[in-house]
C-alpha cells in the first residue's frame, strides 16, 4: 500500500511525551476501528481470508471502502459497528 499513511502506537510509552500521543492515537484508532467494523459488517468478502488473485487485492478493497463509505454517509456509524 504505498502513498498510505501508517500511525504506530508505542507499546511501552517511558515519556509523558509519549503517553500524551499514545492517548491522542488511541482516540483516533476508535473511529478506524468502528471503520472497519462496519466494512467487514457489510461484506462477506471482508470477513473471509481473501482467496482471490493478489494481483487485484487493492481494487477490490478501494471498492468495499468506497462503499463502506456511502454507506456510513447514509447511515452514519452506531454502536453495532464496536462489536466487530
Not at 22 to 48: P, T, Y
Request: charged content about 30%.
Amino acid at each position: 500500500t504505498p502513498h498510505v499513511r501508517r500511525i504506530f502506537i508505542s507499546k511501552n510509552a517511558r515519556t509523558e511525551a509519549e503517553r500524551a500521543r499514545n492517548q491522542e492515537l488511541s482516540k483516533i484508532r476508535v473511529h478506524i476501528e468502528c471503520w472497519f467494523g462496519r466494512m467487514k459488517n457489510l461484506w462477506k468478502f471482508a470477513r473471509d481470508v481473501y482467496t482471490h488473485d493478489h494481483s487485484v487485492f487493492d481494487e477490490h478493497f478501494e471498492v468495499m471502502a468506497l462503499l463502506t463509505n456511502e454507506h456510513i454517509r447514509a447511515t452514519e456509524l452506531g454502536p453495532e459497528d464496536r462489536q466487530y
